[in-house]
């Protein structure tokens, strides 16, 4: 059977989450700890293609301690939101871009390739079948997390032959905690998050993993986030643990660190650029050194730094932190383009304002 025409077997959970209690986990669900009832399954063989496309209950794995993913760290994922639509309606923001960059960095991983058009599918039967868990709160979302794993049993290095693809769900509200209007970020000099031919481009566990040394380092720190520098160089501002960066100029510059492999291609960052360019100010990908960034601060000439992504959505900066010092951007608070590029994207999402783009992909 062609993967695109695979059918789905449903199997609705037989003790679902009582709807008072699933009531009272979505006043505050947090972020990451509000799990659905239900997730999505389909297989892949060498030989076999795509099958057993199934959405079942939610639950756990059982894995052969020589599943290839727990040696060779064969894995990715994607991170995108359901809303709830002014109108009532359920959308999604974009997830064809998501689709796509899954199949980049399964390419990159030298894993399968999960057709997009199934991948798609596989969102939108979810979403479906659990569309009561998205909350009724400000910022309130279902968080989708799609991901891929090496399941072949076999300790030998080589790409496997047989992998899982999973999607579950996760009840959400804001990224950040406290209602700080900004964040402050901490500059690692000893770590660096990727390197050119490496995998930054990919959205990999392992990106993630060896970012959690210099995060816990930002924390100790007194900081809420770390960003990373370029590796050959250590001196270009690339991104956050999680996060793209942009920079507001006073002349009208909106400034975001370029593509090349070592950064990944946020789908928000995207959608910003866009953004910004219909604002009138004029769109930039160029480096930015942490000494001009340090200097453009003090002389009031960056106005505004933020850093977007699915989760934090946009997020103002309003701090720095290394070991050479610490300096503040504009009054340490959210900027009016950081604002006003938030208010449009968000309105977007939540089906508020117009969609001349055609981002929000509705769930019938």
Known sequence: MIADD?????????????????AARLV???FGRVFTD???????AEGKGWHDAVIGPRGPLTLDPATAVFHYAQEIFEGMKAYRLDDGGIGLFRPEAN?????QSARRMAMAELPEALFLRSIEELVRIDRDWIPAIDGGALYLRPFMIASEVFLGVKPASEYLYMVIASSVGGYFKGGAPSITIWVSGDYTRAAPGGTGAAKCGGNYASSLIAQAEAI???????????????????????MNLFFVFDDGEIRTPPLGGTILPGITRESILTLAAEEGLRVSEAPYALDDWRADAASGRLRETFACGTAAVVTPVGHVASAEGRFSIGNGGPGAATLRLRERLVAIQRGAAPDPHGWVHRIA
């Open 38 to 44: 239900h997730m999505v399954t389909i297989r892949y």
């Open 99 to 103: 689709a796509r960059r899954f199949r």
């Open 28 to 30: 505050d669900p947090g």
């Open 220 to 242: 100790a720190q007194g900081c809420d986030q770390v960003v990373f520098l370029d590796a050959v160089e250590r001196r270009y501002v690339e991104e956050l643990g999680g």
């Open 6 to 22: 695979l059918r789905f077997t449903t199997t609705a959970h037989p003790a679902p989450v009582d709807a008072d209690e699933r």
